[in-house]
């Protein structure tokens, strides 16, 4: 498994490089220091996983342009900051998986597992400023997962997807076939008003913490 490490610092990179392959049998880790060697690297291999300091410059443009140009290529956050718009941010731009540098080892581990699973990591998030409630908002509050229109089954999968378990593995979960899970998902993304999994994930974890 060849993985792509894109961060500014050199000890940074020898801190993951050694954490990747002690922990991911036959992992070859490239590291580079910006993002022109990010895209050279790119453009001549496809790597496995991507991790990615996105306060390197050009950072956020490189994570959007893996996005359209490499739909499937899973790119995993790695950030000083634990901030909840940042978070936010990298993940509707297609991050799969957003990991603060304060996060312990485990974390990271289990995190990088489940993106490769096809998951999405998304980390407990402070809540943001506009989601303080005030007297006005108090009276209305945000809708819990028990008043969206969904049936049990489609709550469940709702619960699966913000375990970062992909398709194939809720399908074995519920057993039911895939594209049986592929509505249940569509009913989900519908009800929460996304367009995307990782949206849904982030929207029903704001849900929860609301």
Known sequence: MKVLL???????????????????????????????????????D????????LHLEGGFELLQQIHQEHLLLPVVVISGSDDTEEALQALGAGAMGYVPERSDLNTLVQALHLV????????????????????????APRPEWA??????????VLHLLTQGLSNKLI????????????????????ALGVASRTQAVVAATQKTRA
């Open 116 to 139: 490769l699973a096809g998951g999405t990591y998304v980390p407990p998030l402070k809540p943001r400023v506009d989601d303080t409630p005030t007297p006005a908002s108090a009276a």
């Open 6 to 44: 894109v961060d500014a610092f050199p000890m940074v990179r020898a801190a993951l490089t050694g954490l990747i392959e002690q922990h991911f049998a036959g992992a070859q880790v490239q590291g580079v220091d910006s993002v022109a060697a990010a895209r050279t690297a790119l453009s001549q």
């Open 171 to 190: 399908a074995r979960e519920l057993g039911v076939s895939v594209d049986t899970v592929k509505d249940h998902v569509a009913a989900v993304l519908k």
């Open 46 to 53: 496809i790597p496995r996983l991507v991790l990615l300091d």
């Open 147 to 156: 008043e969206l229109p969904l049936t049990p089954r489609q709550k469940h």
